[in-house]
């Protein structure tokens, strides 16, 4: 079945720096998603983003089909971004999904 | 527009007792997926429910069992627990096909 991978396993910045998540994946997947659980276990929607990039405020994220990776991009992090970012695809033409170990982010003051 | 809720929110049971977790979807989504999380893991898939049928299922033994209802919510089942099982368990909902939304999660701890 497919594997995620995501680098790194975890990461601390200052507030206000930028970074830059990635996630490689073992197959092609068709609709790769990224997630963002906070602190209490919630997981938030990000982005669900097969090919191309997009953009929401802060966040971006890219995805190379072809080349079987997606970056997630955090500018002027805050605080509020802590917590582990997941990125996720379905196991083969199912709807199962396959989440990699995460990314766990510590902004600090 | 209600979004995923979970009940309950934390459990404690002893080993080799059973349990039922709750989820009822978000409005217009037919399709429920369960997930369990380890601590320092990603979700894995238990298995997903599609009007009323179970619609694939992961490496998960029997003894977790679900349901889902007319309505569209659905319970999963735990039986004769094991320590292994304490984790979160996360519900997600979506129209078939679409994309998840999940659940604030059910904490289990099991003693």
């Known amino acids: 079945g497919i594997q995620v991978e995501q680098s790194p396993p975890d990461l601390i910045l200052q507030e206000g720096a930028n970074s830059t998540l990635r996630c490689n994946f073992s197959d092609s997947v068709n609709n790769l998603q990224w997630f963002h659980q906070n602190p209490w276990g919630q997981l938030i929607n990000l982005f669900y983003?097969?090919?191309g990039t997009k953009q929401n405020g802060r966040l971006s994220a890219t995805t190379v089909a072809t080349e079987r990776y997606s970056l997630l991009y955090i500018s002027s992090s805050q605080t509020t971004d802590s917590g582990v970012y997941f990125c996720?695809?379905?196991?083969?033409?199912?709807?199962?999904?396959?989440f990699g170990k995460g990314t766990k982010l510590t902004v600090n003051p | 527009e209600t979004g995923v809720t979970q009940s309950p929110t934390h459990l404690i049971k002893t080993r080799g007792q059973q349990v039922t977790l709750r989820c009822s979807s978000q409005?217009?989504?037919?399709?429920v997926s369960w997930y369990q999380q380890a601590l320092g893991q990603g979700p894995q898939f238990i298995f997903q429910y599609y009007r009323e049928e179970e619609n694939g299922r992961g490496n998960f033994p029997p003894r977790f069992s679900g349901l889902q209802f007319p309505n569209y919510s659905s319970e999963l089942n735990v039986n004769a627990l094991e320590l292994d099982d304490s984790a979160l368990y996360l519900c997600?909902?979506?129209?078939?096909?679409?994309?998840?939304?999940f659940g604030p999660g059910t904490r289990l701890l099991v003693l």
């Open positions: 996720a695809g379905p196991q083969g033409g199912s709807e199962k999904l396959v």
């Open positions: 983003i097969p090919s």
């Open positions: 409005s217009g989504h037919n399709t």
């Open positions: 997600a909902s979506s129209p078939k096909g679409e994309t998840q939304y």
